[in-house]
């Protein structure tokens, strides 16, 4: 059987993406209303949306999937809505002990990067375990979430990260910068939303080289 596995940035778990997935989903977001779903991961928050996720999962007797196995291929794709936006994806196919599971990730995702960034350093048919999940970090008097990621070997040693990865898209999205403010943009939304498209173009150009690697296997 093959099972299309997603991230939920609200439980911060993988999940078989199903209609039993979506039905909770929609009960979780009629409980709490569009305000507070759209606020994110609350952890323990007992009013927020992470709680009513979390219930309606267990109500309906979903459990988190463990994305483990040994890796077939990863691509890009591209899904089309209904009023024919492009969404793209990066798309990871693991066969697991039982199942063929197919990840697939939002690219402008922290999770899908970072999965991305990690996949770099792994090689067709290796075993793998997949993890994810949401990270509250405290800055000042304001929390955010990060959504870290972990991809282990088959010796369960974690796969590193190139080093210069992370140096050389800072580098990128600070040219961004620099190039917009010579230009004498200096709105701060402006140039946070072209160093955001940068890093996910940048991602996107090592996807690619990944994807190439898989292909040659």
């Known amino acids: 059987m093959t099972k299309l596995v997603t991230y939920s940035t609200l439980d911060g778990n993988f999940h078989a993406h199903n209609d039993q997935l979506t039905e909770a989903v929609a009960k979780a977001k009629a409980r709490v209303g569009d305000d507070v779903w759209k606020k994110g991961f609350s952890a323990a928050d007992p009013n927020g949306a992470t709680a009513a996720i979390r219930s309606e999962l267990k109500n309906a007797g979903i ?14 794709t591209e899904n089309i809505d209904g009023a024919g936006n492009k969404h793209p994806k990066v798309r990871v196919d693991i066969q697991g002990e039982q199942d063929k599971l197919v990840l697939s990730l939002d690219l402008k995702s922290d999770v899908a990067q ?7 350093n792994c090689q067709p048919g290796e075993h793998v375990k997949i993890s994810a ?7 000042g008097e304001r929390q955010f979430i990060n959504h870290a990621v972990s991809i282990k070997g088959s010796d369960g040693q974690e796969i590193k990260v190139n080093p210069e990865l992370s140096a050389t898209i800072k580098q990128k999205t600070d040219e961004v910068e620099t190039s917009l403010k010579a230009a ?6 402006v140039i946070n939303t072209a160093k955001t498209s940068k890093r996910i173009a940048e991602h996107r150009d090592l996807l690619g080289k990944i994807e190439s690697r898989f292909q040659k296997k």
Do not use: F, H
Not at 63 to 76: C, F, S, T
Not at 114 to 120: F, G, H, M, Q, S
Not at 133 to 139: E, L, Y
């Open 63 to 76: 459990a988190p999937v463990a994305v483990e196995g040994a890796i077939l291929d990863v691509k890009y």
């Open 114 to 120: 970072r999965v991305i960034a990690k996949l770099d």
């Open 133 to 139: 999940w949401a990270s509250p970090v405290q800055k």
């Open 184 to 189: 004498g943009i200096d709105d701060k939304q």
